[in-house]
């Protein structure tokens, strides 16, 4: 059952790990021949410790890096624990990619406005490595980007130097409450997107953070006048196997693995609101 | 295809030429009747209307491993599935189980661990003379003769078992004990069809499914779901005994420096069953849990595979602790629509 057995991970090998924030770090991985497998942007993987357990992770480089994949990981449960503790060197079982991944070719000629919250960042960078690295496919792009406090945000150089120098570009960070080395936006994620008064005008949304961060944004986007078909969200679900077997990732008769996690909003609305 | 006679007092010497591990229902500790390999101890199957386990622990083992390792290290070994089985006396209702199940099992990605049991597998079915008091197998496409799913269909005459094949498989294994068997007569036939109706007959429960799968979105925030899930515990029997759930969760275990990762039956009841790392849970009490079991089985895999995941064995309702009745669910449910 060796290559045709999708429950079977392969090997890769942790190349270095990066602290984001008291609880986020960046495992960069790799196999003998760079990444392991292609993906596209949005697309997840499970990462495997054995005898610890595997979870999985939405891949956060971009597939224009070659040499590596990415992983901003929040310490919560057991695997994102060992996860953290591990060292360079230390071999990882991993298999993939999953999901649907984001719809970068209808983007194409659009504005995007790219939303997220604390962790969420981490599919959204994917994504906005994807469009930078095709710069000319995409229109003006907005990333409005928020955490509790500014400890919180994670890619500090990515949103505070890389991104905001990119052409065309505008980077909106907020965080929470007030902090005595913030002098930047305070204030929740949804409500500045409000404020920033987004036109929907060929302006594709495109949001990921916490299931009520993302709730709210989506409100504040409907209030802005953004078609459903236009806003894109990506959900997290509990997931065991990835291949649409276990059953639990489901909403309604979709797997969240298979046919998510990218979806529309107006994929959503037809969907039990069960999130 | 054939229709083949064997006498009873031939049983022992029946199950013991076949080639392959002989599955068949036995009395355990505490009067349950469950699957197990013949013992060469059997003369005859037992009395039973079903098992209480459903034999899908047979191809879909309650725990089975993945693959070993060593700690620490990552050079990955899957089990090889080898062994040939043969279940005797599955009832038509656990073997149009079997099906159902196989779709999903098939679909998109191959899953090598299911269909390789599968595959290795005969089933020769016991058609029921006298169904439960909670089957209503005959409401979900099945029926106490029904041929989905087996190989062979056997029916209990008294003195002796009429084996009908119904696949290649069944063919090739009546081969094996040609000179145990002779050929059956019309008036055996007919014998079978009066015990066919008379069995339909003995089923007194039934569900209208008419317009159940469209509708159950629908009936997402009905008050019915709070008032069907209100006693229930929440201890997942019913999909723990149900032939059709094949959820399931994965694991790692570690004794000494062996290790494997394994994978274990799991149950949509549970509170941690959907619960993310970050405590949020999309399926936060026994009301939405409920309501996703049904819809499950009602409704998505309707909407998936055309197929009701629910065979009617009754096994939920007969024991579930608290007496939740999925046909009274699902009356409630039409009366809702």
């Known amino acids: 059952m060796g290559k045709a057995n999708p429950l079977m991970p392969q090997t890769v090998t ?13 495992l960069r991985v790799a196999g003998k021949e760079g990444i392991p497998f292609d993906f596209m942007p949005g697309q997840c993987a499970m990462l495997s410790v054995p005898p610890v357990g595997e979870a999985i992770f939405s891949i956060t480089s971009s597939p224009h890096c070659r040499d590596c994949l990415e992983f901003s990981i929040k310490r919560v449960g057991d695997v994102s624990g060992v996860l953290h503790e591990l060292v360079s060197g230390r071999q990882l079982g991993i298999r993939g990619p999953y999901g649907n991944g984001f719809p970068v070719d209808e983007m194409k000629g659009k504005d995007l406005l790219f939303i997220g919250g604390g962790i969420g960042l981490a599919p ?23 955490a509790r406090s500014p400890a919180d945000l994670v890619r500090k150089s990515e949103i505070g130097e890389t991104w905001p120098e990119q052409p065309d570009s505008t980077v909106y960070l907020t965080v929470d409450a007030e902090f005595p080395d913030w002098s930047g936006h305070v204030g929740f994620v949804p409500s500045y997107v409000s404020e920033l008064a987004f036109t929907p005008e060929n302006r594709i949304a495109v949001t990921c953070g916490p299931p009520i961060m993302i709730k709210f944004v989506l409100q504040a986007l409907e209030k802005l006048n ?13 997931m065991k196997c990835g291949v649409g077997k276990c059953g639990r990732c489901n909403l309604g008769s979709v797997y969240v693995c298979k046919d998510g996690p990218v979806f529309s909003l107006a994929q959503l609305n037809e969907l039990p609101s069960e999130y | 295809m054939s229709a083949m006679l064997l006498n009873k007092d031939k049983w022992p010497e029946f199950v013991g030429k076949l080639s392959g591990k002989v599955w068949v229902p036995k009395v355990e500790e505490g009067e349950a009747i469950r699957f197990g390999p013949l013992s060469g101890e059997e003369s005859k199957l037992p009395e039973y209307c079903n098992t209480r386990v459903p034999p899908k622990e047979i191809v879909f083992p309650e725990t089975e491993t993945l693959y070993c390792f060593q700690a620490d290290e990552h050079e ?11 279940i005797i006396g599955i009832r038509p209702c656990d073997a149009r189980a079997m099906k159902i199940v196989e779709k999903l099992f098939r679909w998109d990605v191959d899953d090598p661990y299911y269909l390789k049991h599968r595959e290795l597998v005969t089933l020769v079915g016991l058609a029921c003379n006298a ?7 005959t409401s979900v496409g099945g029926g106490p003769a029904s041929t989905e799913g087996l190989d062979i269909i056997m029916f209990d005459l008294e003195d002796r078992y009429l084996l009908e094949t119904i696949t290649e498989k069944g063919e090739a294994l009546l081969k094996e004990v040609e000179g145990l068997l002779e ?39 009905d008050p019915l779901w709070k008032r069907v899930s209100a006693s229930c515990l929440g201890c997942g029997t019913c999909t723990y005994l149900c032939p059709t759930c094949h959820c399931f969760d994965i694991q790692d275990e570690t004794e000494g420096f062996e290790a494997r990762r394994y994978r274990t039956w799991d149950s949509c009841m549970f509170e941690e069953y959907t619960r993310h790392a970050s405590g949020h849970n999309p399926r936060p009490t026994r009301r939405e849990r409920t309501r996703n079991r ?36 699902l009356r409630q449910v039409k009366e809702a629509l």
Request: aromatic fraction near 8%; include cysteine.
């Open chain 2, 131 to 137: 169904p439960g008091l909670n089957c209503f197998c």
């Open chain 1, 226 to 238: 953004f078609a459903p078909e236009h806003v894109i969200t990506t959900l997290e679900m509990r």
């Open chain 1, 14 to 26: 942790v190349l270095d790990i990066t602290t984001e924030t008291p609880d986020v770090k960046t």
């Open chain 2, 294 to 329: 049904i819809n499950h089985k009602y409704s998505y895999y309707v909407d998936k595979f055309d197929l009701i995941a629910c065979v009617g064995c009754g096994r939920c309702i007969n024991y579930c602790p608290v007496n939740i009745d999925i046909v009274e669910i």
């Open chain 2, 183 to 221: 050929e059956a007569g019309q008036d055996v036939l007919a014998q079978k069809e009066k015990l066919i109706e008379a069995a339909e007959n003995k089923i007194s429960r039934s569900v209208d499914t008419e317009g159940i799968a469209e509708g159950l979105p629908g009936l997402w925030e």
């Open chain 1, 124 to 146: 959204l960078r994917s994504l906005i490595g994807y469009c930078f690295a095709n710069r000319e496919e995409y229109g003006h792009i907005d990333i409005v980007y928020g």
């Open chain 2, 76 to 86: 990955m070994t899957a089990p090889e599935i080898d062994e040939r089985k043969i």
